[in-house]
């Protein structure tokens, strides 16, 4: 009989990550979705959980009859109803944050809570704070599933019981990202992610201003968009690269695909921030991997485990320097950029096949939903 899943993110229903999408395709069949909200306010079709009738609505304009605990204990409650009626035996809570705000409704409703970190709900030090460095979520999780090694170690280190903290990385379709011939590409590079300080796209752009003016043949196309995209579409002005960058804002998954097979290589400077977010195992450069792209990064979280020395080039957070190094000397030997693509298509297959992390994935929660005893 099927597992009876819910599966709540933060997110707002039609911005769902990759990760998240790709569960949501690949989990058999949850039976409740939360979106919206730590503590998720919409369903997966993003309605509203509690009332927007206008009573309602007048109710929350009245001084001191509904305030935000009132608001919020109402929205629990209305989780709790729902995780009863669908009968969940299961909840997969993406990212720490919103695991920790919905362990109340999970133990009300007597319903076991798997945790999925991703990398800031780990780290950024306003979060631990905010959730006690996640004591009760420790304590109360059946399972606290991270995408990264360098996130287990650190979740036990915060006092993580071991045996509830699982490794399983995100994957990449490799269905979909389908190998390319790196070498043949011209000396174009791609970047995808959200313009935000841990993937440091700004120091990227000036590790390409130096290597375009060594190699002036070379361009870069950077997909997304976040809070610094205005400023780095500032910043490729300052620096007069107008023709040669492309910040062309969010694409599809088709779309992006596409632009991989005419690429180089796949770039990112991530980077620890000063509010130590940082990143986990990027499931956009695994899908470049999975397209035979070599990776240009850093040395950062288990980005160093995945690229290797085998299947791209790294150099040390905010060494721009290294960084343009990189770029040019894939710029001059395509024989090695397409080598070094294939590895990593090699290496995606072996260990971060999505199909594969789902399926690991739907383990995990069979087994906090019904323990194997000894």
């Known amino acids: 009989m099927p597992l009876r899943i819910a599966l709540a993110t933060a997110t707002p229903h039609h911005r769902c990550e990759t990760f998240v999408r790709a569960h949501l395709e690949g989990l058999r069949d949850p039976v409740l979705v939360l979106t919206d909200g730590s503590l998720p306010a919409a369903d997966g079709e993003g309605r509203p959980l509690l009332s927007a009738s206008r009573a309602a609505r007048l109710a929350h304009r009245v001084k001191g009859l509904m305030g935000p605990q009132d608001h919020s204990a109402r929205l629990r409650a209305r989780i709790v109803q729902l995780l009863r009626e669908r009968r969940v035996e299961v909840v997969l809570a993406e990212y720490g944050t919103t695991a920790a705000e919905l362990l109340p409704c999970c133990q009300a409703a007597g319903v076991p809570l798997v945790a999925y970190f991703l990398g800031f709900d780990a780290y950024t030090h306003d979060v631990l704070r905010r959730y006690g460095n996640y004591r009760a979520l420790f304590g109360g999780a059946a399972r606290l599933v991270a995408v990264s090694r360098a996130i287990r170690e650190h979740l036990i280190a915060l006092g993580a019981p071991a045996e509830k903290v699982v490794y399983n990385s995100c994957g990449a379709d490799v269905d979909r990202f389908t190998p390319a011939d790196a070498g043949a590409a011209p000396p174009h590079f791609l970047g995808v992610g959200r313009f935000v300080d841990k993937k440091a796209p700004h120091l990227l752009l000036l590790a390409f201003a130096e290597a375009h003016r060594q190699r002036p043949a070379a361009r870069l196309t950077l997909v997304g968009d976040g809070p610094l995209w205005e400023a780095c579409h500032q910043l490729v002005r300052a620096l007069g690269l107008q023709q040669v960058v492309d910040l062309c804002g969010p694409r599809t998954p088709a779309e992006i695909a596409g ?61 721009i320097g290294a960084m343009a190094a990189h770029l040019v000397a894939l710029i001059d030997d395509p024989v090695r950029a397409a080598a070094m693509g294939r590895a990593g298509r090699a290496y995606v297959m072996a260990e971060h096949r999505q199909q594969d992390r789902i399926a690991a994935l739907q383990g995990i929660l069979q087994q906090a939903a019904h323990p194997v005893r000894a």
Not at 259 to 288: C, I, K, W, Y
């Open 259 to 319: 632009l991989l097979h005419r690429s180089r290589a796949f770039v990112q400077h991530s980077v620890v921030t000063s509010a130590n977010d940082r990143e986990g195992t990027p499931v956009a450069m695994l899908e470049a991997m999975a397209c035979a792209l070599p990776v240009v990064s850093t040395r950062h979280g288990d980005i160093a485990e995945v690229v290797g020395t085998e299947r791209g080039l790294l150099g040390e957070e905010r060494d």
